[in-house]
């Protein structure tokens, strides 16, 4: 069981803590819970399937829905069941709420798609590793696209990556929702490493100046995007 704590107001004053199961989130009724177990990419296996139909049948889970960020959700768990369930899916918990970066979206890239430029997987993939589940002061989404097409919607997320012939484009700052935001093209034309490194960039920078619960978004929209140009493009000292 996880203890989370909801903050509001000046200085991050605490206002609710609830307990929590391991990577579990509440639902309407207030008794019963929902999990989402990763699927870097959205890819499966035939295994997976096969042990998300196996805790599906054993625990009576009465829905699984496939979620818009390419993840099945499993909704309707009853509390004493939650870590028998991780168990039997032989797996950690998944970030599926809290301050951190959620998961990474990521289309076919020229994998397979006939219109993909770059390999969306394969740096999608080196992402996954490398940010899910990252201590953030907000939660945090990436989206990957492999051509201008921009199939996972890159300008509404938090760090938007598409596909160009000289390269990756990074944008920072979107979101949909209530109060939805187009994200701020930071740099383009960049190779697989140049887009990591600029994004662990970015990430640094929202870490450093966002209040507790504040989307990049919003941080953008209190400081405004030069700051953080700034900050994440500026050789470092040495550099040329």
């Known amino acids: 069981m996880v203890k989370l704590s909801y903050h509001i107001g000046i200085g991050g004053i605490p206002i609710t803590e609830q307990i929590l199961p391991r990577g579990a989130f509440i639902q309407r009724d207030k008794q019963t819970y929902g999990i989402v177990p990763r699927s870097p990419l959205g890819i499966i296996t035939p295994e997976f ?20 960020a390419q993840r099945l959700a499993l909704v309707g768990l ?53 940010l899910v589940g990252m201590d953030l002061p907000g ?59 600029l994004i662990q960039k970015c990430l640094d920078y929202y870490k450093n100046n966002a209040k507790p619960r504040e989307r990049i978004s919003r941080l953008i929209e209190r400081m405004g995007i030069e700051p953080l140009k700034d900050a994440v493009l500026a050789p470092k000292k040495g550099e040329s």
């Open 49 to 68: 399937l096969e042990k998300i139909a196996h805790v599906v049948r054993k625990y009576d889970i009465p829905i699984v829905k496939m979620t818009s």
């Open 78 to 130: 009853k509390p004493e069941v939650i870590e028998d369930v991780w168990t039997d899916l032989g797996m950690d918990p998944a970030p599926a709420i809290g301050h951190c970066v959620h998961y990474v979206k990521a289309c076919p890239g020229k994998a397979v798609c006939r219109f993909g430029i770059l390999d969306a997987l394969n740096l999608g993939m080196l992402l996954e590793k490398q």
């Open 139 to 197: 939660k945090t989404k990436v989206g990957i696209s492999g051509c201008p097409n921009n199939c996972c919607e890159g300008y509404l997320r938090d760090i938007g990556l598409f596909g160009k012939k000289k390269g990756w484009t990074l944008i920072v700052g979107g979101t949909s929702g209530r109060k939805p935001r187009i994200g701020d093209v930071i740099a383009e034309n960049l190779t697989d490493d140049q887009a990591v490194m």
